[in-house]
């Protein structure tokens, strides 16, 4: 595929009223991040901008809530949401302002253009006006009651009761927030962006063009959205804050932020052309420039129907693609500022990074942890205890382990330096872990190509895997024994060390690189332990066998990630639940149905017939929070000798492949279960049965007559689901 001449990738401008949560982090900056540094690794031609958006309702509300001003607000929150992606390794070229003259001079110019070419119409509309503050109101300045769910303090926008979206015409018996009066219909003048004359346009570009290489979730949308027939938009409101309209008979009218906000994309990018020396047009009017958008789901009918229109208009280029995450759920429940379920960035840096037992590596935790479960196709969720179990299983057990390990026995057996590679011992499995290696950087370069991340970082965490299988089948600490008279290892055995913990090194090295993207402060902490510029860290230098020349001096190994303890994340589940405390009545009740009981059994752990009719001691949520259920396939099975009820059977669980012990043999034969799903209680400690070490516990439901049954979904879903 031909490369373009140069990149520009766009994160949504978040809203500089506060701050913002890991779902935020996970929809629209992470990805973009990731993929940013990718590119910046290939050396190729990219900017990544961004900004805070600091126009629109929602500034002036939060300034009346904190007994402020608008000004100060958005003076307040922008530093504060900059230093909380520096925080958590987001390296934008420029972060913004859409309060910056530059930008209200670049968004009246976009709106001048528009108007002038006759592209925007006007019509008269009556809306809501308080006459007590002398003032149109926008919808969040309207309160009534919901006519879906009767939740008496819906806005005029949204019920945050039921979560309906609503006008305020909907409204019963609305009121003004400002004055707490009955508000009246004023006739207005406004401009608005006619997108129903561009709906063929946006079916050919969108539906056909893109077909293959968006997203299906965006087309989705999309469809829906076009399908259901587009009306005309206001890009005018009455308001005081904000970008004004720069026409004389639009006094008191500011750009719709929906409008101006896109266009800050524009205005930040002449910022960095000023701040670098560079020229800014060719990366929006150049069309080897290759425009990406991240965003979250509700940000797609902004990015993908209502900016191209816009940009097409002004003579400006398209979005290549648009690779909009869903939602990212929080221990059961949707994320949400207004309801303080949530948990911000800046709680974590506090809690996380800047503890003398937290620093970069937590930020690179949490990075792990959203992209292993980014919501690329549907919702996803975060725990505290899948992000324990992600850093402690995978971070710390697997990733971490297979470095540590393999500077610790080059110091040992190898006297600290990187030993030769003998070339004519070398064994069929020295071969194929070099392969592997080779082969991890195809892979992951593809999957990145195509916004793949949670499957790209999967392959770089698996080559540490097979970095794990390869030392544990070579044992060079058993090889070490064979000496000689001299109580040194023997020359056969010492090529064979040599040959196994070179390997070792260079994909220690290859991971370096290949990680790097995703835990940038682990990459570098890893360059600093090779004794390695970061130049290391070049795309060029993957699948590599020379990374890490012969005799070099490497320095002593130090951990790379340290273990969450249990303490920790009962900590962050008891702030939740003081959060639960102070939400809604309506929200609590909902949280606290309690279910009707059903007959369950957990079998594996000692191979015993599951108990019936006795209901065991009550629980809190707390204590179910604890289990992590994850959605398991059974890829083979056998019987345990001389075990009558007893199968061992390999699960695969997207992630890794476990081996459990279950005691279902009496009621499935192995060849019968080959394929089923199963859901599986994955943390729970592991235990020896009949010599074989049980990784788990399968979930089984055992009917009035005795027998058993899997607990599995309807359909088909991947291994390593959750289940929630």
């Given at each position: 595929m031909?490369?373009p001449?140069r990149?520009?990738?766009?994160?949504?401008?978040?809203?500089?009223?506060?701050l913002?949560?890991?779902g935020h982090?996970a929809g629209?900056?992470?990805?973009?991040?990731i993929y940013v540094r990718?590119?910046?690794?290939?050396?190729r031609d990219v900017v990544?901008?961004?900004?805070?958006d600091?126009?629109g309702?929602?500034i002036?509300i939060q300034?009346t809530?904190?007994?402020?001003?608008a000004?100060?607000?958005?003076?307040?929150?922008h530093?504060i949401?900059?230093?909380?992606?520096?925080?958590?390794?987001i390296?934008?070229?420029?972060?913004?302002?859409?309060?910056?003259?530059?930008?209200?001079?670049t968004?009246q110019?976009?709106?001048t253009?528009?108007n002038?070419?006759?592209?925007?119409?006007?019509?008269?509309s009556?809306q809501?006006?308080?006459?007590?503050?002398n003032?149109?109101?926008?919808?969040?300045?309207i309160k009534?009651?919901?006519?879906?769910?009767?939740y008496?303090n819906?806005?005029g926008d949204?019920?945050?009761?039921?979560?309906?979206?609503?006008?305020?015409d909907?409204?019963?018996?609305?009121v003004s927030t400002?004055?707490?009066?009955a508000?009246i219909?004023?006739?207005t003048?406004?401009w608005?962006?006619p997108?129903?004359?561009h709906?063929?346009?946006?079916r050919?570009?969108i539906?056909?063009?893109h077909?293959?290489d968006w997203?299906t979730?965006?087309?989705?949308q999309?469809?829906s959205?076009?399908?259901g027939?587009l009306?005309?938009?206001?890009v005018?409101?009455d308001?005081?804050?904000?970008?004004k309209?720069?026409?004389?008979?639009a006094e008191g009218?500011?750009?719709?932020v929906w409008?101006?906000?896109?266009?800050?994309?524009?205005?930040a990018?002449k910022?960095?052309?000023l701040?670098?020396?560079?020229?800014?047009r060719p990366?929006?009017e150049?069309?080897?420039?290759?425009l990406?958008?991240?965003?979250g789901?509700d940000?797609i009918?902004?990015?993908?129907?209502?900016?191209p229109?816009m940009?097409?208009?002004h003579?400006?280029?398209l979005?290549?693609?648009?690779?909009?995450?869903?939602?990212m759920n929080?221990e059961?429940?949707k994320m949400?500022?207004s309801r303080?379920w949530k948990?911000?960035?800046q709680?974590y840096?506090?809690?996380?990074i800047?503890?003398?037992?937290?620093g970069?590596?937590?930020?690179?935790?949490?990075?792990y942890y959203l992209?292993?479960?980014?919501?690329?196709?549907?919702?996803?969720?975060f725990?505290?205890q899948?992000f324990?179990d992600?850093?402690n299983?995978?971070?710390?057990s697997?990733?971490?382990?297979?470095?540590n390990?393999?500077?610790?026995?080059m110091?040992?057996?190898?006297?600290?330096k990187v030993?030769?590679?003998?070339?004519d011992v070398?064994?069929?499995?020295?071969?194929?872990?070099m392969?592997e290696?080779?082969?991890?950087?195809?892979?992951?370069e593809?999957?990145?190509?195509?916004y793949k991340?949670r499957?790209?970082?999967f392959?770089?965490?698996?080559l540490?895997r097979?970095?794990?299988?390869?030392?544990?089948k070579?044992e060079?600490?058993?090889v070490?024994k064979?000496?000689?008279?001299?109580?040194?290892p023997?020359?056969?055995?010492?090529?064979?060390?040599d040959?196994?913990?070179?390997?070792?090194?260079?994909l220690?090295a290859?991971l370096?690189?290949?990680?790097?993207?995703?835990?940038?402060f682990t990459a570098?902490?890893?360059?600093?332990l090779?004794k390695v510029?970061d130049?290391?860290?070049d795309?060029?230098n993957?699948?590599?066998m020379?990374l890490?020349?012969?005799?070099y001096?490497?320095r002593?190994?130090?951990?790379?990630?340290?273990?969450?303890?249990?303490?920790e994340?009962?900590?962050q589940?008891?702030k939740?639940?003081?959060?639960?405390?102070?939400?809604?009545?309506?929200?609590?009740s909902?949280?606290?149905i309690?279910?009707?009981p059903?007959?369950?059994s957990l079998t594996?752990?000692?191979g015993?017939e599951p108990e019936?009719g006795?209901r065991?001691?009550?629980i809190?949520?707390?204590?179910f929070?604890?289990?992590d259920?994850r959605?398991?396939?059974?890829?083979a099975?056998?019987?345990v000798?001389k075990?009558?009820?007893?199968l061992?059977?390999?699960v695969?669980l997207g992630f890794e492949?476990?081996?459990?012990?279950?005691?279902?043999?009496?009621?499935f034969?192995p060849e019968?279960?080959v394929g089923?799903?199963?859901?599986v209680?994955?943390n729970?400690?592991?235990?020896?049965m009949r010599g074989?070490?049980?990784?788990?516990m399968?979930l089984?439901?055992e009917?009035?007559?005795g027998?058993l049954?899997f607990?599995?979904?309807?359909l088909d879903?991947?291994p390593?689901a959750?289940?929630?």
């Amino acid at each position: 595929m031909k490369q373009p001449k140069r990149y520009l990738i766009t994160s949504a401008l978040p809203y500089a009223n506060g701050l913002k949560h890991i779902g935020h982090l996970a929809g629209a900056y992470l990805p973009a991040d990731i993929y940013v540094r990718y590119l910046k690794a290939q050396k190729r031609d990219v900017v990544f901008v961004c900004g805070s958006d600091e126009h629109g309702t929602a500034i002036p509300i939060q300034a009346t809530k904190e007994g402020t001003t608008a000004q100060a607000i958005i003076d307040k929150y922008h530093p504060i949401m900059l230093q909380n992606f520096k925080d958590l390794g987001i390296e934008f070229d420029i972060y913004h302002r859409t309060s910056d003259p530059l930008h209200h001079a670049t968004a009246q110019e976009f709106f001048t253009r528009l108007n002038n070419n006759g592209d925007l119409e006007t019509k008269e509309s009556e809306q809501y006006f308080d006459e007590q503050a002398n003032s149109f109101l926008a919808d969040r300045y309207i309160k009534g009651t919901c006519p879906n769910c009767g939740y008496e303090n819906a806005y005029g926008d949204q019920c945050e009761n039921c979560g309906k979206s609503l006008s305020p015409d909907e409204l019963i018996n609305p009121v003004s927030t400002l004055s707490g009066n009955a508000p009246i219909k004023k006739l207005t003048k406004h401009w608005y962006l006619p997108l129903n004359k561009h709906e063929d346009f946006l079916r050919e570009w969108i539906l056909k063009e893109h077909a293959n290489d968006w997203r299906t979730t965006v087309l989705g949308q999309c469809k829906s959205w076009i399908d259901g027939g587009l009306q005309p938009r206001a890009v005018t409101r009455d308001l005081d804050w904000g970008v004004k309209v720069p026409l004389k008979e639009a006094e008191g009218k500011v750009l719709y932020v929906w409008f101006d906000a896109p266009i800050g994309y524009i205005s930040a990018t002449k910022q960095w052309a000023l701040n670098t020396g560079k020229d800014w047009r060719p990366y929006w009017e150049d069309k080897e420039t290759k425009l990406i958008h991240f965003i979250g789901k509700d940000n797609i009918v902004f990015h993908c129907l209502i900016f191209p229109v816009m940009l097409k208009l002004h003579g400006n280029i398209l979005p290549d693609n648009v690779p909009s995450n869903e939602f990212m759920n929080l221990e059961g429940d949707k994320m949400s500022t207004s309801r303080n379920w949530k948990i911000e960035m800046q709680d974590y840096i506090d809690d996380f990074i800047n503890k003398e037992n937290g620093g970069t590596q937590m930020a690179d935790v949490l990075r792990y942890y959203l992209t292993l479960i980014a919501p690329e196709t549907k919702d996803s969720e975060f725990t505290w205890q899948g992000f324990q179990d992600a850093n402690n299983s995978e971070l710390v057990s697997i990733f971490g382990n297979y470095v540590n390990r393999s500077l610790v026995l080059m110091h040992k057996l190898c006297k600290g330096k990187v030993p030769p590679l003998h070339a004519d011992v070398l064994t069929d499995l020295d071969r194929s872990t070099m392969d592997e290696i080779r082969g991890t950087k195809e892979k992951v370069e593809l999957l990145l190509e195509q916004y793949k991340f949670r499957d790209a970082l999967f392959e770089v965490i698996n080559l540490s895997r097979i970095g794990n299988q390869y030392m544990q089948k070579k044992e060079p600490w058993i090889v070490a024994k064979q000496t000689g008279d001299d109580g040194q290892p023997n020359t056969e055995a010492q090529q064979s060390i040599d040959n196994t913990l070179h390997i070792c090194l260079q994909l220690c090295a290859n991971l370096a690189v290949l990680i790097n993207p995703f835990l940038p402060f682990t990459a570098k902490k890893m360059c600093y332990l090779m004794k390695v510029v970061d130049k290391m860290l070049d795309w060029e230098n993957a699948g590599k066998m020379k990374l890490l020349s012969v005799g070099y001096s490497l320095r002593p190994p130090e951990l790379l990630f340290r273990k969450i303890e249990d303490s920790e994340i009962i900590y962050q589940l008891e702030k939740l639940k003081a959060a639960v405390v102070n939400r809604e009545s309506s929200v609590v009740s909902k949280k606290n149905i309690t279910m009707e009981p059903i007959t369950n059994s957990l079998t594996g752990l000692e191979g015993k017939e599951p108990e019936t009719g006795n209901r065991k001691p009550e629980i809190v949520f707390d204590d179910f929070a604890k289990i992590d259920l994850r959605v398991g396939k059974i890829i083979a099975a056998e019987k345990v000798e001389k075990a009558d009820k007893l199968l061992k059977l390999s699960v695969d669980l997207g992630f890794e492949t476990r081996t459990i012990v279950s005691g279902i043999a009496l009621h499935f034969k192995p060849e019968e279960i080959v394929g089923k799903q199963v859901t599986v209680v994955v943390n729970l400690a592991p235990r020896k049965m009949r010599g074989i070490e049980s990784n788990g516990m399968i979930l089984m439901a055992e009917d009035a007559d005795g027998k058993l049954h899997f607990i599995n979904p309807e359909l088909d879903v991947n291994p390593g689901a959750g289940v929630s």
